[in-house]
């Protein structure tokens, strides 16, 4: 008890720290910034929701069902999609999250200065990382939690990332509460209404946001399920508790989509309209990729997306590879204890292998189903290595940890 309250003060003496030297740095990238657009992370996107952030302010938040007009206005001209004078540029495709932050923040904030609405996704930054810190802390002690909440902040992604005002910022710090979040639920077998009621939430709160993050909404209680639990993976999720938390975060996100296709519908007066709307873009937008040259075999784009943008310092840098390399070094370690020391297979990594391979694939599944989306959005997309990378992370901790306690005994 004395221990545990002992590494407690240490983890609040850590977390206040980095979270003192975290907001150091991101007030100094917010006076860079000052009213401009962040090159970093999606300008076209930005400038979009900024301007409708302010159409919502000054028509009304109902005047057009909580849709936003994103050529409103006159910032940023030469960014975003250009003013039409014959017609407004109502949004219809992504529901209106980040135009809603906006609108918020304006309201509270008053709209002379663009940098404050960035404080949003700042303070979101903040909380996410303490949460995110907290919560692994209590499934896996102090080092763990020392360990992950650093290399969470570490990666490129998350500073080029972080104070996105169209959405990118905001998806990743949700992703990091729910990521600790189902570790804490599934370690310990917390499958109850508030564990899924929470995960419902968030899935929903990612979902209002944006739409290419949901294979890693949906799926990503899968790891969790492979890495902590002792029974198999089809008899776990066959139990109902289980089965209603994993589904949560995408129904949660699901029934974000649906809302906002409810939105198109009072838009555009019926359900006609609103399905013409989606399919005219769906029909846009394929016909545009495919005619723009980019190379779409998926196998392609992964291996640009783990092997040419990371490097760039863009998106994990180094960081992904240093991890990788301790992964494997922490397999080697136990197959060469388990034979030559141990004599016998004490040490077990088959789960921490299966769990890491199925983070793989979830970080691709948005590549595999949505190539063209892929492809087109090469400066924001390889962002969904973050599942990939946390796991990784995560099971090389585990397995040091259950190396160390073997050498202990």
């Given at each position: 008890m004395i221990d545990a309250r002992k590494d407690l003060y240490k983890f609040l003496i850590f977390i206040s720290v980095l979270i003192g030297i975290v907001t150091t740095f991101e007030f100094r990238l917010l006076e860079a910034l000052s009213d401009n657009l962040c090159q970093t992370s999606d300008p076209f996107s930005e400038a979009n929701s900024i301007r409708g952030s302010e159409y919502l302010l000054e028509k009304g938040f109902f005047h057009t069902y909580g849709l936003a007009d994103i050529a409103y206005g006159n910032k940023f001209p030469d960014n975003g999609v250009k003013k039409n004078p014959a017609r407004p540029s109502i949004y219809t495709h992504y529901p209106p999250g980040p135009e809603w932050l906006g609108y918020l923040n304006f309201k509270l904030l008053g709209h002379g200065s663009i940098h404050k609405l960035r404080y949003t996704p700042m303070l979101l930054s903040l909380v996410a990382l303490s949460i995110f810190g907290y919560l692994i802390f209590l499934v896996e002690g102090l080092y763990v939690s020392v360990v992950m909440t650093t290399l969470v902040c570490l990666v490129p992604t998350y500073w080029k990332m972080v104070l996105a005002l169209h959405y990118h910022g905001n998806a990743l710090s949700l992703l990091l509460i729910m990521f600790a979040l189902l570790a804490y639920a599934v370690k310990d077998g917390k499958y109850g209404w508030g564990v899924r009621s929470l995960l419902l939430v968030l899935g929903f709160m990612q979902g209002w946001l944006s739409f290419d993050y949901f294979f890693l909404v949906a799926l990503l209680p899968i790891p969790f399920l492979l890495?902590?639990?002792?029974?198999?993976?089809?008899?776990?999720?066959?139990?109902?508790?289980?089965?209603?938390?994993?589904?949560?975060?995408?129904?949660?996100?699901?029934?974000?989509?649906?809302?906002?296709?409810?939105?198109?519908?009072?838009?555009?007066?019926?359900?006609?309209?609103?399905?013409?709307?989606?399919?005219?873009?769906?029909?846009?937008?394929?016909?545009?990729?495919?005619?723009?040259?980019?190379?779409?075999?998926?196998?392609?784009?992964?291996?640009?997306?783990?092997?040419?943008?990371?490097?760039?310092?863009?998106?994990?840098?180094?960081?992904?590879?240093?991890?990788?390399?301790?992964?494997?070094?922490?397999?080697?370690?136990?197959?060469?204890?388990?034979?030559?020391?141990?004599?016998?297979?004490?040490?077990?990594?088959?789960?921490?292998?299966?769990?890491?391979?199925?983070?793989?694939?979830?970080?691709?599944?948005?590549?595999?189903?949505?190539?063209?989306?892929?492809?087109?959005?090469?400066?924001?997309?390889?962002?969904?290595?973050?599942?990939?990378?946390?796991?990784?992370?995560?099971?090389?901790?585990?397995?040091?940890?259950?190396?160390?306690?073997?050498?202990?005994?």
């Open positions: 890495l902590y639990s002792n029974e198999p993976f089809i008899a776990l999720i066959r139990k109902k508790t289980v089965g209603f938390t994993l589904l949560a975060p995408g129904l949660g996100f699901i029934f974000a989509h649906v809302m906002h296709f409810l939105q198109n519908i009072l838009y555009f007066g019926g359900v006609n309209g609103a399905f013409a709307d989606m399919f005219k873009a769906a029909q846009k937008s394929i016909n545009e990729t495919l005619s723009s040259g980019i190379p779409f075999s998926r196998l392609k784009v992964i291996d640009q997306y783990l092997f040419d943008l990371p490097y760039r310092n863009y998106f994990f840098g180094n960081y992904l590879i240093l991890v990788l390399l301790v992964f494997s070094l922490c397999i080697i370690a136990t197959v060469i204890g388990n034979k030559i020391f141990l004599q016998q297979n004490k040490i077990k990594i088959k789960k921490e292998v299966v769990a890491v391979a199925a983070s793989f694939v979830i970080s691709n599944a948005w590549i595999i189903t949505m190539i063209q989306h892929a492809g087109e959005h090469q400066h924001f997309v390889p962002r969904h290595y973050y599942v990939f990378y946390l796991i990784v992370i995560l099971t090389s901790c585990l397995t040091v940890k259950r190396i160390y306690s073997i050498r202990q005994l």
